[in-house]
Nanobody
Framework: QVQLVESGGGLVQTGGSLRLSCVAS????????MGWYRQAPGKQRELVASINTGGNTNYADSVKGRFTISRDNPKNTVYLQMNNLKPEDTAVYLC???????????WGQGTQITIAS
């Protein structure tokens, strides 16, 4: 019953901002490392950002200084604030977690981000 539901996608112009949200259920969110991935047409899925239970973060070089990942444990929610968006950020963004109990990765259905050039 693990479920990750993303929201906040849309269409913005170059230089604009968006904030994505991912609400998790079926896991103990407070002890779960969460991440955001993205996949553009014809390209491999790549890790954008992750945040562990202690609040430590990791970012892809391409988004450092522009994106910020954060979490709100009481709300079981992880966020991705995206600033100064570029056309190359256009992709489907997916929420991710790993559940040690089942030794499986879990993915949201994805939310489309389109940056107009």
């Amino acid at each position: 019953q693990v479920q990750l539901v993303e929201s906040g996608g849309g269409l913005v112009q170059t230089g604009g901002s968006l904030r994505l949200s991912c609400v998790a259920s079926g896991i103990d969110f407070s002890i779960a490392t969460m991440g955001w991935y993205r996949q553009a047409p014809g390209k491999q899925r790549e890790l954008v950002a992750s945040i562990n239970t202690g609040g430590n973060t990791n970012y892809a070089d391409s988004v450092k200084g522009r994106f910020t990942i954060s979490r709100d444990n009481p709300k079981n929610t992880v966020y991705l604030q995206m600033n100064n968006l570029k056309p190359e950020d256009t992709a489907v963004y997916l929420c991710h977690t790993y559940r040690p109990f089942t030794r499986r990765d879990y993915w949201g259905q994805g939310t489309q981000i389109t940056i107009a050039s």
